[in-house]
């Protein structure tokens, strides 16, 4: 996943500034940015928060449509 991080040119600081300022949920924060700067799995995310995985890869998916609107 650090590879899909590296095609928008920004710093790991500049992506979590993002991050921060346009995810207002907080879990959903560290669940993206779990998934983007560990590369940690859909299915570990969904054992780690309680989640399914479908739920996960839709959290993932919306958020970052939402942070592609603002870049």
Do not use: C, P
């Amino acid at each position: 996943m650090r590879k899909n991080t590296e095609r928008y040119n920004l710093s790991r600081s500049e992506l979590q500034y993002l991050i921060d300022q346009w995810i207002f949920n907080e879990r959903h924060r560290l669940i993206l940015a779990d998934r983007l700067f560990n590369g940690t799995t859909y299915e570990r995310l969904a054992e780690k928060y309680g989640l399914s995985t479908q739920q996960v890869k839709n959290i993932v998916y919306k958020a970052m449509d939402r942070l592609e609107k603002h870049l």
